[in-house]
């Protein structure tokens, strides 16, 4: 398998424009994760999803933020308008009940908002 | 309420030396427990993982952790510390619940 996968990579905006990060979870798994990793926050949980349905949203920062998974391999974290403290590393993870949830994480997008 | 707490935000040990990082967890029921290594820039990759039985459990680069209830912990240990082992350390835990927490996580140094 190829693992999860992330797109772009690196993302660098200016303020007020719309980003869109994209992710293909493993496979089978059936909970999807997004993290935002900063030096000052750490790695925290913004939401996930379990079969497609958002489960737990609270981690979103604001109502700029948004996320959808219309399918069982793609989900998009969109942020609109973009503020330059939205920069941070953006992670994808993805994990299977059965293996005991265990997350897989994505090589991360970096957005660099200007 | 702190669900995981990683105690050293940096550790430094010798080349060759003993690697102990430290996790605790706050829960009354056990969780399932992790430990997972971030190089840079990279993602997290799991280090190793407790759900039941054996309380130590070994994951890969020679890393080993100990779930201790009576100490609510799940420290991770290496005996002998190679340059390739520096990176950033995470502990998570998952809760009943679904609930899945990371602690904050410990940059490792190596010293050749």
């Known amino acids: 398998d190829a693992g999860v996968i992330q797109s772009p990579r690196h993302e660098v905006t200016e303020m007020g424009q719309e980003v869109t990060l994209r992710c293909k979870p493993i496979?089978?798994?059936?909970?999807l994760f997004w993290y935002r990793q900063t030096m000052m926050r750490g790695l925290e949980l913004l939401i996930y999803?379990?079969?497609?349905?958002?489960?737990?949203d609270s981690g979103m920062p604001e109502d700029r933020f948004s996320a959808k998974m219309p399918n069982a391999s793609f989900s998009t974290l969109k942020i609109q308008p973009s503020e330059p403290r939205d920069s941070a590393v953006y992670f994808c993870a993805s994990s299977l009940w059965s293996q005991s949830y265990e997350q897989y994480f994505g090589p991360g997008t970096r957005l660099t908002v200007t | 309420a702190q669900s995981v707490t990683q105690l050293g935000s940096h550790v430094s040990v010798s080349e060759g030396a003993l690697v102990l990082l430290r996790c605790n967890y706050s829960s009354s029921v056990p969780p399932y427990l992790f430990w997972y290594v971030q190089y840079p820039n990279q993602g997290l990759q799991l280090l190793l993982k407790y759900t039941t039985g054996a309380t130590l459990v070994k994951g890969i680069n020679g890393f080993e952790a100990e779930f201790k209830k009576s100490e609510t912990s799940f420290h991770l240990t290496k005996p002998s510390a190679h340059m390739s082992d520096a990176a950033e350390y995470f502990c998570a835990v998952l809760m009943t619940g679904n609930q899945f927490y990371f602690g904050t996580g410990t940059s490792l140094t190596v010293i050749p």
């Open positions: 496979s089978g798994h059936d909970y």
């Open positions: 999803f379990n079969n497609n349905v958002p489960i737990d």
